[in-house]
């Protein structure tokens, strides 16, 4: 029997989406509480109060988020919100090649390269990837680096390749209202979280089925 967790990582192995040239990597805020109330809220001491370039300062969760060029989410994870991005991947990263029960969520990466923006950018931290874990790490380079320069041409060329996961953000915090979530328990923001995923390569799985374009949900939801 496949729970929650796991049905919509199954469904990336059915549509055989990690037969991809690349899949792109990219964390975004999950508000539980209101950052200005006073008192430490239901889930203290698992979530807290961080900066997202989206809303500002928040309190919740880092959501990190693994998707493919098609859309589907080939993996997800996330922290208290004043989790630093960098943590967050290399946790992704180390538990891939080692699947652990405790982390199902992790999935299997992309047969291509990782795309990342400058939130994961660092020299080092690549380096050690690639040579531990064999990770493919695209970032493009700060634009304070001596040493490596990116024409405004490649930066544009990448950040293209980055849109995909925007939509795939806005499909899970407002069409799946994952946004609206204010949880009390930590296994039921878990819950919640596994199954808007689910839903949403679900979605993908039935309109690849139908011959419709993959992220053409709005008329799905309105049944």
């Known amino acids: 029997m496949i729970d929650v967790d796991t049905f919509g990582l199954h469904l990336v192995e059915s549509m055989r989406a990690q037969e991809c040239p690349y899949e792109v990597l990219d964390s975004t805020a999950a508000v539980t509480r209101d950052a200005k109330r006073r008192g430490l809220g239901w ?3 698992q979530a807290d109060i961080g900066w997202s370039n989206r809303i500002g300062w928040d309190e919740g969760f880092h959501l990190l988020l693994s998707v493919t060029p098609m859309g589907v989410i ?6 208290p919100a004043s989790t630093h991005d960098q943590h967050l991947v290399a946790t992704l990263f180390a538990t891939r090649p080692r699947p652990s ?12 390269s990782s795309v990342e923006d400058l939130g994961f950018a ?12 064999q990770v493919d790490l695209v970032t493009p380079p700060h634009q304070r680096s001596k040493w490596i320069h990116w024409p405004k041409a490649l930066r544009r060329w990448l950040a293209g390749l980055r849109q995909i996961i925007e939509t795939v953000n806005d499909k899970l915090l407002n069409t799946f209202r994952l946004a609206r979530e204010r949880p009390h328990d930590l296994t039921g923001f878990q819950a919640r979280l596994a199954a808007k995923v689910s839903l949403h390569n679900f979605c993908i799985w039935f309109n690849l089925h139908l011959g419709r374009a993959p992220l053409a949900f709005a008329d799905l939801l309105a049944w």
């Not at 020299?123 to 874990?133: C, D, I, K, T």
């Open 43 to 45: 889930l203290a001491g």
């Open 122 to 133: 660092g020299e080092r931290p690549r380096q050690r990837w690639q040579a531990m874990l």
């Open 74 to 79: 080939t993996g997800f994870g996330f922290g």
């Open 101 to 112: 029960p405790r982390l199902p969520s992790a999935g299997q990466p992309a047969h291509g």
